[in-house]
């Protein structure tokens, strides 16, 4: 896998990692009062949020995701815009000959195509005709 796609794969990590850990803070957050004017929150926490073991985790996940995604970015190749200017022009060369290779080949296969096409009609008319092929 080259590492663009790595990186890719990683970002969707991240993002999985985050949603999970988010609602896992949301739903694992202990009840907070509001406002003194409001009455004190009727709900006791459960062991596991005062605990608080699978936020931990959680949150430690995504941190280990977000460094791996640094380091992919750190591996990526750095060059110059001069090198990169010329791998375009390669690239672009490279692409204009298979185009042009492709367009042969095109020609030549309509080129075929109209002649099983015509070798057709003729030995659809001889049956219709009931004539022997000369």
Not at 19 to 29: C, E, K, S
Request: net charge negative; glycine share 2%; charged share 25%.
């Amino acid at each position: 896998m080259d590492i663009i796609s790595q990186l890719q794969e990683q970002v969707n990590t991240i993002a999985l990692l985050a949603l999970n850990t988010f609602g896992t803070l949301q739903r694992d957050a202990p009840p907070v009062r509001l406002s003194p004017n409001y009455p004190e929150p009727t709900s006791k926490p459960s062991q596991e949020t005062i605990n608080g073991e699978h936020a931990k985790t959680t949150s430690a996940n995504l941190v280990q995701a977000a460094k791996t995604f640094d380091a992919l970015v750190a591996a990526l190749p750095l060059s110059g815009e001069d090198e990169q200017l010329k791998r375009i022009a390669e690239l672009q060369a490279e692409n204009e000959a298979i185009g042009l290779e492709l367009e042969k080949q095109l020609q030549a296969a309509e080129q075929e195509l109209k002649q099983v096409q015509e070798m057709f009609n003729e030995a659809a008319d001889n049956c219709l005709n009931l004539k022997r092929p000369d």
